[in-house]
T-cell receptor, first 116, second 113 residues
Framework: KAGVTQTPRYLIKTRGQQVTLSCSPI?????VSWYQQTPGQGLQFLFE???????NKGNFPGRFSGRQFSNSRSEMNVSTLELGDSALYLC???????????????FGEGSWLTVV | AQSVSQHNHHVILSEAASLELGCNYSYGGTVNLFWYVQYPGQHLQLLLK??????LVKGIKGFEAEFIKSKFSFNLRKPSVQWSDTAEYFC???????????FGTGTRLQVFP
């Protein structure tokens, strides 16, 4: 079956702009979470959605937001981009969430965002 | 707050050497534990996970990890590494009352033939 699909794979934005990243989870998966990966900070949790509701949120400013649609696809948005937002943004999906019955989280290949 | 420490940032080994990567976490409650691997240019893949039961967990590609609750540790081991094990390895923890993974900073493993 197809894995977690993220688009776009690479993009360059200018400071102050906004960006929307898209994630299609594995078919049947209802939980989608987002992570930011940078060389300095490693992998940091952004937020997690389940059945169109945000269940958990990490320690990121309000410029970072997300949503999930009825088909479980998810988008994350970053407004007023800063240079420090340059990172690999990873989407992950699982059936119902990690804490439920030991379901595995599967990661996509990520979207590389460069802010100039 | 939860945190995960991976003490080895960069490990260099020759093929056939044994590997042990340390992972310690801080959280007082029940946790789920994971090791993920990221090969060059590829996405994160699950190596193994511990949820309950036998604290010695076997994963893919000959990797195993042992959960020692008293030491808050979940070290990754492989008796004989191969060049193809060159990758970055991430330990992650999930507290049972949340749905987010807390990752360590990763360990870069280089294996030379």
């Amino acid at each position: 079956k197809a894995g977690v699909t993220q688009t776009p794979r690479y993009l360059i934005k200018t400071r102050g702009q906004q960006v929307t990243l898209s994630c299609s989870p594995i078919s049947g998966h209802r939980s989608v979470s987002w992570y930011q990966q940078t060389p300095g900070q490693g992998l940091q949790f952004l937020f997690e959605y389940f059945s169109e509701t945000q269940r958990n949120k990490g320690n990121f400013p309000g410029r970072f937001s997300g949503r999930q649609f009825s088909n479980s696809r998810s988008e994350m948005n970053v407004s007023t981009l800063e240079l420090g937002d340059s990172a690999l943004y990873l989407c992950a999906s699982s059936l119902v969430g990690v804490t439920d019955s030991g379901n595995t989280i599967y990661f996509g290949e990520g979207s590389w965002l460069t802010v100039v | 707050a939860q945190s995960v420490s991976q003490h080895n940032h960069h490990v260099i080994l020759s093929e056939a050497a044994s590997l042990e990567l340390g992972c310690n976490y801080s959280y007082g409650g029940t946790v789920n534990l994971f090791w993920y691997v990221q090969y060059p240019g590829q996405h994160l893949q699950l190596l193994l996970k511990y949820f309950s039961g036998d604290p010695l967990v076997k994963g893919i590609k000959g990797f195993e990890a042992e959960f020692i609750k008293s030491k808050f540790s979940f070290n990754l081991r492989k008796p004989s590494v191969q060049w193809s094990d060159t990758a970055e390895y991430f330990c992650a923890v999930n507290a049972r009352n949340t749905d987010k993974l807390i990752f360590g900073t990763g360990t870069r493993l280089q294996v030379f033939p």
